[in-house]
């Protein structure tokens, strides 16, 4: 209302002490008044005129006690300054627009949004973070809120999924090749749990739902490891072999810095020739514990393998251009790994001996054969990825034939 030609809001506190809640009504005042606009605060707290005359101080705004004769309490008169609209004058909706759709996410992001929640109001001046992913097209996909909500309800529980104390009693040999596979697979796993975790911290978080799948992706990793460190110990104390030519291999990756550029490597090459190789395990598993472990791997890796390929075609799909720069990245690595082994005999024995099943020379003929069998599903799958990527045929062809022999 107008007094003597103000604009005055008035507020009564009545006994609410501004402590305990009044200062929220009367900044709620005064959030909603113009700066020049009068704010009469009255009450009988008994401390109300010292709380607010700091309060005003703080906050820069002008104020003014008035002691009303003949009766017991008095009036607060407080002259709204300007800081508090100026504060929030430069402030930015963090989202791609300016805030006409809250949740519009931004090309370009700038770092200095921080952790802001994607559509926040930010205050000017926030500091900048170290964000290194903050292109859009680097990272996003708009499948990845899809992605991240069928894997938060596809989590399992390795404790209950898995018929652990189900009676089983292999060879010697058999389950020497099972624990062999498994050490194999607890390495590959740590490398593929190592590389989202790592690009997890440099990514803006405003590109929240990638953030959240790596996250998720990150956790499916960790589970991986533990299920198979479970059943390599099942009937064991000691683990397999780990060989330089895998750990090479898996160090390409670990150290590749570019997210796109390692999430090919990973999740389309690598975690895609992973999907033959568990169901392949899962196929040909000798006990209810390997098939199982192998089986829930491998619907995780689908999800990897699904993202790898949704933000990649997304990317490519806008630039073109940076699909010989994934051959290149191919070719790269396997120029690196040209000196070093193939995939550890041990491994290698050890699928076939599981796919053999026996050491009768015809289950071995027939595990041979199923090995063999493997290799060539593995490449079919990366060349079928490669082509979906928009690789003519024939590149996709001599690209997969250039992947690692370590198959991660
Ligand atoms: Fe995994
Ligand atoms: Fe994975």
Same mark, same amino acid.
């Given at each position: 209302?107008?007094?003597?030609?103000?604009?005055?809001?008035?507020?009564?506190?009545?006994?609410?002490?501004?402590?305990?809640?009044?200062?929220?009504?009367?900044?709620?005042?005064?959030?909603?008044?113009?700066?020049?606009?009068?704010?009469?605060?009255?009450?009988?707290?008994?401390?109300?005129?010292?709380?607010?005359?700091?309060?005003?101080?703080?906050?820069?705004?002008?104020?003014?006690?008035?002691?009303?004769?003949?009766?017991?309490?008095?009036?607060?008169?407080?002259?709204?300054?300007?800081?508090?609209?100026?504060?929030?004058?430069?402030?930015?909706?963090?989202?791609?627009?300016?805030?006409?759709?809250?949740?519009?996410?931004?090309?370009?992001?700038?770092?200095?949004?921080?952790?802001?929640?994607?559509?926040?109001?930010?205050?000017?001046?926030?500091?900048?973070?170290?964000?290194?992913?903050?292109?859009?097209?680097?990272?996003?996909?708009?499948?990845?809120?899809?992605?991240?909500?069928?894997?938060?309800?596809?989590?399992?529980?390795?404790?209950?999924?898995?018929?652990?104390?189900?009676?089983?009693?292999?060879?010697?040999?058999?389950?020497?090749?099972?624990?062999?596979?498994?050490?194999?697979?607890?390495?590959?796993?740590?490398?593929?749990?190592?590389?989202?975790?790592?690009?997890?911290?440099?990514?803006?978080?405003?590109?929240?739902?990638?953030?959240?799948?790596?996250?998720?992706?990150?956790?499916?990793?960790?589970?991986?490891?533990?299920?198979?460190?479970?059943?390599?110990?099942?009937?064991?104390?000691?683990?397999?072999?780990?060989?330089?030519?895998?750990?090479?291999?898996?160090?390409?990756?670990?150290?590749?810095?570019?997210?796109?550029?390692?999430?090919?490597?990973?999740?389309?090459?690598?975690?895609?020739?992973?999907?033959?190789?568990?169901?392949?395990?899962?196929?040909?598993?000798?006990?209810?514990?390997?098939?199982?472990?192998?089986?829930?791997?491998?619907?995780?890796?689908?999800?990897?393998?699904?993202?790898?390929?949704?933000?990649?075609?997304?990317? *490519?799909?806008? +630039?073109?251009?940076?699909?010989?720069? &994934?051959?290149? !990245?191919?070719?790269?690595? $396997? %120029? #690196? /790994? @040209?000196?070093?082994?193939? *995939?550890?005999? +041990?491994?290698?024995?050890?699928?076939? &001996?599981?796919? !053999?099943?026996?050491?009768? $020379? %015809? #289950? /071995? @003929?027939?595990?041979?054969?199923?090995?063999?069998?493997?290799?060539?599903?593995?490449?079919?799958?990366?060349?079928?990825?490669?082509?979906?990527?928009?690789?003519?045929?024939?590149?996709?062809?001599?690209?997969?034939?250039?992947?690692?022999?370590?198959?991660?």
């Amino acid at each position: 209302m107008r007094v003597d030609g103000e604009m005055q809001t008035q507020v009564d506190l009545g006994s609410l002490p501004f402590a305990e809640g009044g200062y929220l009504v009367v900044k709620r005042a005064v959030r909603g008044a113009s700066p020049g606009h009068a704010i009469v605060v009255t009450g009988d707290a008994p401390e109300l005129e010292v709380d607010l005359r700091a309060w005003c101080r703080a906050e820069g705004h002008g104020f003014d006690w008035q002691p009303a004769a003949g009766m017991a309490r008095g009036q607060a008169r407080i002259l709204t300054g300007a800081a508090e609209s100026a504060r929030w004058a430069g402030a930015r909706r963090a989202t791609g627009d300016g805030g006409v759709d809250e949740d519009t996410v931004a090309e370009h992001p700038p770092r200095s949004w921080g952790l802001a929640a994607r559509g926040a109001t930010v205050e000017a001046g926030t500091p900048e973070f170290d964000f290194h992913l903050t292109d859009k097209i680097e990272v996003w996909s708009d499948d990845a809120a899809r992605i991240y909500q069928q894997a938060v309800a596809a989590q399992w529980d390795p404790e209950t999924a898995i018929p652990w104390n189900a009676a089983f009693e292999l060879g010697h040999d058999l389950e020497d090749a099972v624990v062999q596979v498994m050490t194999y697979l607890i390495e590959n796993e740590t490398a593929a749990l190592i590389v989202p975790s790592r690009f997890i911290a440099q990514l803006h978080p405003h590109f929240r739902e990638v953030m959240q799948v790596l996250a998720v992706q990150a956790a499916d990793e960790a589970r991986h490891i533990e299920v198979f460190t479970r059943r390599a110990r099942l009937k064991r104390t000691q683990l397999g072999r780990s060989t330089i030519g895998g750990q090479v291999s898996l160090k390409t990756l670990v150290e590749e810095p570019e997210f796109a550029i390692a999430s090919f490597l990973l999740s389309v090459l690598g975690e895609g020739t992973f999907l033959s190789l568990l169901w392949f395990i899962e196929r040909h598993a000798p006990d209810p514990v390997t098939e199982a472990v192998a089986r829930l791997a491998a619907q995780d890796e689908a999800r990897h393998v699904a993202f790898g390929l949704a933000h990649l075609s997304q990317h *490519l799909g806008r +630039e073109p251009a940076f699909r010989p720069r &994934l051959a290149d !990245a191919v070719r790269r690595r $396997h %120029d #690196a /790994l @040209r000196h070093t082994a193939a *995939l550890n005999d +041990e491994v290698f024995d050890a699928l076939l &001996l599981m796919a !053999a099943g026996s050491w009768e $020379h %015809d #289950a /071995l @003929r027939l595990g041979s054969r199923r090995v063999l069998q493997l290799i060539h599903d593995m490449d079919e799958g990366r060349r079928k990825r490669l082509v979906r990527l928009g690789f003519p045929e024939e590149e996709a062809a001599a690209l997969s034939a250039l992947h690692t022999r370590n198959f991660m």
